[in-house]
């Protein structure tokens, strides 16, 4: 099969066509050519879009579907297929199933249920048995067998011995620990940000304290230890400050952002819609500033949809009892293009994950296997539910601004493209 795309400017800043205007053949899932003008012929499969732009495939790095045990969440094949029609060529999928991805076998599940695909799925193994936190997972046999990060979602590690221990272990094999930034103690029970919304909802809130308190403790183990920390969705000013501070220090720290903490607000939640709940809460206007700023500065080295899919039931019930999470895959181009230049957040979602989470590197040049994401940076629309593809609704940015359409990709010789 040959693809053809056509005058498509390039977003590659280590390719010698970037920001160029360029036709790209691609024969057998290979570039073979790029040009001003190449000819098409019979057998060429033709791609022309309004205003196309192509970059090396997008990452997203903390996605979770509900398969295996919560397949009425989202299957690995419906949420393989709205990852690539959302622009994304590669997205590393969460522990938090049942059971819980704690084991070898758990982890050949997901990757022998994934082949095939255009969108390439990687497996973040828990970092304890269950996630529970107690006792260390068998990070090894899950590296193995394909993990290529561990931690356990939404849960900090509590017990800083084990977490010093993990740090240690994993060096013997350049693992990557993921440790997720709440202090339970002071977080308490809390649902919102501790603020004056809060105040004024009556809502129980979660300082940001919580956030930086944990940060703070899993970076003076790191200096101790050595290895390398991942630190995943941090939502605060205070934890992009400390996080700077680590790696000044030269700790190989990395850390990520969702989509949602930069740009939206616990001034949402007037309305006490659940959708708006999340883990970590929506914070203030001056975090999103701050988080922004951290992403051009290069503190922040990725940004995620944390795409997580929630049963309608657990949605549509009192703000105070519905789950945490929302769903962005769908989302993720249109809201992040909106408050960032495009420049200034390509390589958070196509170089920077990959290196940091040890994953081959894609780039648009002759010779290299074709993984590229479609898209156009502007043009406006508003996000509604029909945009949504997810078998679950529970999106934080219906009826918000987008920015820009996601036309598709093509990856593992496959092309895939929005009708």
Same mark, same amino acid.
């Given at each position: *099969?040959s693809t053809l795309i056509?005058?498509?400017?390039?977003?590659?800043?280590?390719?010698?066509?970037?920001?160029?205007?360029?036709?790209?053949?691609?024969?057998?899932? &290979?570039?073979?050519?790029?040009?001003?003008?190449?000819?098409?012929?019979?057998?060429?499969?033709?791609?022309?879009?309004?205003?196309?732009? &192509?970059?090396?495939?997008?990452?997203?790095?903390?996605?979770?579907?509900?398969?295996?045990?919560?397949e009425e969440r989202e299957?690995?094949?419906?949420?393989?297929?709205?990852?690539?029609?959302?622009?994304?060529?590669?997205?590393?999928?969460?522990?938090?199933?049942?059971?819980?991805?704690?084991?070898?076998?758990?982890?050949?599940?997901?990757?022998?249920?994934?082949?095939?695909?255009?969108?390439?799925?990687?497996?973040?193994?828990?970092?304890?048995?269950?996630?529970?936190?107690?006792?260390?997972?068998?990070?090894?046999?899950?590296q193995q067998s394909g993990?290529?990060?561990?931690?356990?979602?939404?849960?900090?590690?509590?017990?800083?011995?084990? *977490?010093?221990?993990?740090?240690?272990?994993?060096?013997?094999?350049?693992?990557?620990?993921?440790?997720?930034?709440?202090?339970?103690?002071?977080?308490?029970?809390?649902?919102?940000?501790?603020?004056?919304?809060?105040?004024?909802?009556?809502?129980?809130?979660?300082?940001?304290?919580?956030?930086?308190?944990?940060?703070?403790?899993?970076?003076?183990?790191?200096?101790?230890?050595?290895?390398?920390?991942?630190?995943?969705?941090?939502?605060?000013?205070?934890?992009?400050?400390?996080?700077?501070?680590?790696?000044?220090?030269?700790?190989? &720290?990395?850390?990520?952002?969702?989509?949602?903490?930069?740009?939206?607000?616990?001034?949402?939640?007037?309305?006490?819609?659940?959708?708006?709940?999340?883990?970590?809460?929506?914070?203030?206007?001056?975090?999103?500033?701050?988080?922004?700023?951290?992403?051009?500065?290069?503190?922040?080295?990725?940004?995620?949809?944390?795409?997580?899919?929630?049963?309608?039931?657990?949605?549509?019930?009192?703000?105070?009892?519905?789950?945490?999470?929302?769903?962005?895959?769908?989302?993720?181009?249109?809201?992040?293009?909106?408050?960032?230049?495009?420049?200034?957040?390509?390589?958070?979602?196509?170089?920077?994950?990959?290196?940091?989470?040890?994953?081959?590197?894609?780039?648009?040049?002759?010779?290299?296997?074709?993984?590229?994401?479609?898209?156009?940076?502007?043009?406006?629309?508003?996000?509604?539910?029909?945009?949504?593809?997810?078998?679950?609704?529970?999106?934080?940015?219906?009826?918000?601004? *987008?920015?820009?359409?996601?036309?598709?990709?093509?990856?593992?010789?496959?092309?895939?493209?929005?009708?």
């Amino acid at each position: *099969m040959s693809t053809l795309i056509k005058s498509a400017t390039i977003i590659d800043t280590s390719s010698p066509y970037h920001q160029q205007k360029k036709d790209i053949l691609i024969e057998d899932g &290979v570039i073979t050519r790029i040009d001003d003008h190449i000819p098409s012929q019979k057998d060429f499969i033709e791609v022309k879009e309004e205003n196309l732009h &192509v970059s090396c495939g997008w990452f997203d790095t903390s996605v979770s579907f509900g398969e295996p045990g919560y397949e009425e969440r989202e299957t690995i094949k419906n949420g393989l297929t709205v990852a690539a029609k959302s622009g994304f060529t590669a997205v590393a999928v969460n522990a938090n199933t049942n059971p819980v991805i704690d084991n070898k076998a758990a982890v050949e599940f997901l990757t022998n249920k994934a082949q095939g695909f255009a969108t390439k799925l990687y497996p973040i193994a828990a970092l304890t048995k269950q996630s529970e936190g107690k006792e260390m997972a068998e990070l090894f046999d899950m590296q193995q067998s394909g993990a290529i990060a561990f931690g356990d979602y939404k849960k900090p590690i509590v017990n800083d011995n084990l *977490m010093k221990i993990s740090l240690l272990y994993a060096q013997n094999f350049n693992g990557l620990v993921v440790s997720f930034p709440k202090n339970q103690a002071i977080a308490g029970d809390g649902i919102a940000n501790e603020g004056v919304n809060s105040t004024k909802l009556g809502l129980k809130g979660i300082p940001a304290l919580a956030e930086a308190l944990q940060i703070a403790s899993n970076l003076f183990i790191l200096e101790y230890t050595g290895g390398k920390l991942h630190i995943p969705t941090i939502s605060t000013a205070r934890s992009v400050a400390l996080i700077k501070e680590a790696k000044k220090k030269g700790l190989q &720290v990395s850390c990520s952002v969702a989509a949602h903490h930069l740009i939206l607000t616990d001034d949402e939640l007037h309305e006490f819609e659940s959708n708006y709940k999340t883990n970590p809460p929506l914070r203030t206007k001056a975090d999103c500033k701050a988080l922004q700023k951290g992403i051009r500065t290069g503190v922040i080295d990725i940004i995620t949809s944390d795409h997580n899919p929630i049963d309608i039931e657990y949605k549509k019930v009192e703000f105070s009892e519905a789950k945490n999470g929302t769903i962005g895959l769908e989302s993720f181009f249109g809201a992040v293009n909106a408050v960032l230049n495009l420049s200034d957040f390509i390589e958070n979602i196509t170089s920077k994950p990959r290196s940091i989470f040890g994953i081959e590197a894609a780039a648009i040049a002759l010779g290299e296997k074709a993984d590229i994401s479609l898209f156009n940076p502007e043009g406006k629309d508003t996000f509604t539910k029909k945009h949504i593809l997810s078998t679950s609704k529970n999106s934080a940015f219906i009826n918000k601004q *987008m920015l820009g359409k996601v036309y598709g990709i093509f990856s593992n010789n496959q092309l895939i493209l929005n009708s």
